[in-house]
């Protein structure tokens, strides 16, 4: 028996800089500015969802908050039982929060390294479908979610235990890989047919390392890759293909220092058929540092051969 959790709902970040937030979720994502808070933040959207991101101002520049989406509330309640027959101390949102969130009713816990965790029924849809003015094709979101987050996990056995046995995900793969002189050990979690809309590795310095949004067409990642280059946001990692899930992507820094990831071509996991493995690389190609790209410095010898 699972808790029945359907998909990655809403994420929502601490931002200090809402300005710099708002042109680059418009300009360089392409989503859509659903809602405005009294307090200067916002709230953003993809697809059928209203309400997908919520950006809040705030110090810390990391994620604030999970929201799993589950069916109705028999699943909500069913999960609660769940939690708290592992011992998790669950509080029942207020009306109030519910409505902070656009939902119908919400609850809200910690998972084992300290990430506010939301689970959530009845999420507020919007009346129009949502056409981005920049990504033609669209994002793959709706029944498979907004799409994934890779965490940091204080202690990588407690929250694999906790999001598989307590909240019902599923272990898609792992990937255990020196990247670049640093030893990476990562896990990527299933609730859906989507690859993973979960991944956890090793602790630093912020809670979020990235979270990846799919659009429907190769064009649209270069087309993002060029909106992301002119506005002067830095690449992290270049163009290239992951082994496990096969998305093709890039990875930037958000203005809050955390890294977007934008891809196309996702796998999808059949449970029937599924069988989790162990990948000893991070990418098939590509997904390289700019810096280890750029050209040495000449040294005074080769200075010479040059002449
Ligand atoms: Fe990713």
Known sequence: MTTGVQQLGYLGFEVSDTRAWESFATQVLGLGVSARQETGGFTL????????LFVEPGAADDLAFIGWEVADGAAL??????????RVDVAVGSAGDAARRHVHALVRFLDPSGIVNEIFHGPTMATEPFRS??????????????????VAAVDQEAVRTFYCD?????????????????????????TNRRHHSFAFG????????????????MDDVGLAFDRTLHSGLRIMHTLGRHPNDRMFSFYARTPSGFQFEVGCGGREVDDATWEPCVHDRISEWGHHPPGLLAPRKATPAAREGER
Do not use: T, W
């Open 133 to 150: 003015p920049v990504v033609a094709s669209g994002f793959v979101a709706d029944d498979v979610g907004l799409g994934h987050i890779a």
């Open 202 to 217: 090793a602790r630093r310095d912020k809670n979020l390392f990235h979270f990846m949004l799919e659009v429907r067409s």
């Open 166 to 190: 307590v909240l019902g995900f599923r272990l898609s793969d792992r990937i255990v890989a020196d990247i670049h002189g640093y030893h990476a050990d990562m896990l990527f979690l299933h």
């Open 77 to 86: 309640h069913a999960a609660v039982e769940r939690l708290r027959g592992a």
């Open 45 to 52: 959207r993809m697809d059928g969802h209203a309400h997908r």
